[in-house]
């Protein structure tokens, strides 16, 4: 069965720490996978993409993620996280064809502290 | 990107009652709405692909007849809660699909008593 499990469920970081996230996921064809941020009280908000290409892909405010084919992961990362980093992190996969019907991650609870 | 707005952002209901939830694309045709369900701390499940002109396609589980979904219009998607109960309460998400990704709406707390 498709599915897409994120590892950390809470993280607790202070200001200018880095910050990896996992994110893997188990499809048995080409996908696109997604990294979206719901701040507190907001909706969600793409962060990154990966269709295809290079696998190192860089998205707003910072992020990076680097999807690793033979691990099935896709993991987010942040040299430098600030206290407006707090938020919910989403790790979503879809086909690479058809309709794009997300699977989302359980989701990581972000908090940084000042 | 795409603005997406939701009517109305919390709602409370009595038990027995139906609900409806409208999901309005501001800014952009979209013939494709997604319709997501949220549970407290857990993540976002597909409840339904909405298609404009043509009856939703529901997701494994999700029972048709007690959420109701409508896309008259390439704009306007709408979810009915139907005799809704306590264990409906939840966080209702809609997205309307874009050209690579989907963009969403902010969701509409529905919480029946």
């Known amino acids: 069965a498709q599915s897409v499990s994120q590892h950390n469920h809470h993280v607790i970081l202070s200001e200018a720490a880095s910050l990896e996230l996992g994110c893997n996921y188990s499809?048995?064809?080409?996908?696109?996978l997604f990294w979206y941020v719901q701040y507190p009280g907001q909706h969600l908000q793409l962060l990154l993409k990966?269709?295809?290409?290079?696998?190192l892909v860089k998205g707003i405010k910072g992020f990076e993620a680097e999807f690793i084919k033979s691990k099935f992961s896709f993991n987010l990362r942040k040299p430098s996280v600030q206290w407006s980093d707090t938020a919910e992190y989403f790790c979503?996969?879809?086909?690479?064809?058809?309709?794009?019907?997300?699977?989302f991650g359980t989701g990581t609870r972000l908090k940084v502290l000042a | 990107g795409a603005v997406v707005s939701q009517h109305p952002s919390r709602v409370i209901c009595k038990s027995g009652t139906s609900v409806k939830i409208e999901c309005r694309s501001l800014?952009?045709?979209?013939?494709?709405m997604f319709w997501y369900r949220q549970f407290p701390k857990q993540s976002l499940m597909l409840m339904a692909t909405?298609?404009?002109?043509?009856?939703?396609?529901?997701e494994q589980g999700v029972e048709k007849d007690k959420f109701l979904i409508n896309h008259a219009s390439l704009t306007l998607s709408t979810l009915t809660v139907t005799s809704a109960h306590p264990e409906d309460s939840s966080f209702y998400i809609c997205?309307?699909?874009?050209?690579?990704?989907?963009?969403f709406g902010p969701g509409t707390r529905l919480l029946v008593l």
């Open positions: 979503a996969v879809t086909p690479s064809t058809g309709t794009y019907k997300y699977i």
């Open positions: 990966y269709f295809s290409g290079d696998p």
């Open positions: 997205s309307l699909s874009g050209k690579e990704t989907q963009y």
């Open positions: 909405s298609n404009e002109g043509s009856k939703a396609t529901y």
């Open positions: 800014d952009f045709q979209a013939t494709t």
């Open positions: 499809y048995g064809g080409t996908v696109n």
